[in-house]
């Protein structure tokens, strides 16, 4: 079905913004330690891949999301809450945009976890 593209105000902006890319090689593969204000000690793995927006319609994150977020027997999830009792959530993220795309894969930290980052 044909559908108007509208008032140029309301029109889709096709710039992209991939370069120069946002996370250069040089930036990633750092480990940071800040010192919060939140009672909560977390960890934080971002992993930089392309700009995926053309291949949003097959869902190209739900495999990632399925395997880093399933929290069935022997997953990840169950062996760092259960298990090691490193952690007391685990979640994952996706954004994506034109300067590429990002996979967070965030857990919230027992007092093990956070005095045993290395585990």
Same mark, same amino acid.
């Given at each position: 079905?044909?559908? $108007?593209? /509208?008032?140029? %105000?309301? +029109?889709?902006?096709? =710039?992209?913004?991939? +370069? $120069? $890319? @946002?996370?250069? =090689?040089? +930036?990633?593969?750092?480990? #940071?330690? #800040?010192?919060?204000?939140? $009672?909560?000690?977390?960890?934080?793995?971002?992993?930089?891949? !392309? *700009?995926?927006?053309?291949?949003?319609?097959?869902? !190209?994150? @739900?495999?990632?999301?399925?395997?880093? %977020?399933?929290? /069935?027997? &022997?997953? #990840?999830?169950?062996?760092?809450? &259960?298990?090691? &009792?490193?952690?007391?959530?685990? +979640?994952?993220?996706? &954004?994506? *945009?034109?300067? /590429?795309?990002?996979?967070?894969?965030?857990?919230?930290?027992?007092?093990?976890?956070? =005095?045993? !980052?290395?585990?």
């Amino acid at each position: 079905a044909y559908m $108007p593209d /509208g008032p140029p %105000g309301c +029109q889709f902006d096709a =710039r992209n913004f991939s +370069q $120069p $890319p @946002a996370w250069p =090689r040089k +930036q990633n593969g750092k480990w #940071i330690t #800040i010192r919060g204000t939140q $009672p909560e000690a977390q960890l934080w793995v971002v992993w930089t891949l !392309p *700009d995926v927006r053309k291949e949003f319609a097959s869902s !190209p994150f @739900a495999y990632l999301q399925y395997v880093l %977020g399933y929290h /069935g027997v &022997d997953s #990840i999830t169950r062996v760092l809450q &259960d298990s090691l &009792d490193l952690a007391t959530s685990v +979640q994952v993220y996706a &954004d994506m *945009d034109s300067t /590429g795309t990002q996979v967070c894969f965030h857990v919230a930290l027992t007092e093990l976890g956070a =005095r045993e !980052p290395l585990l």
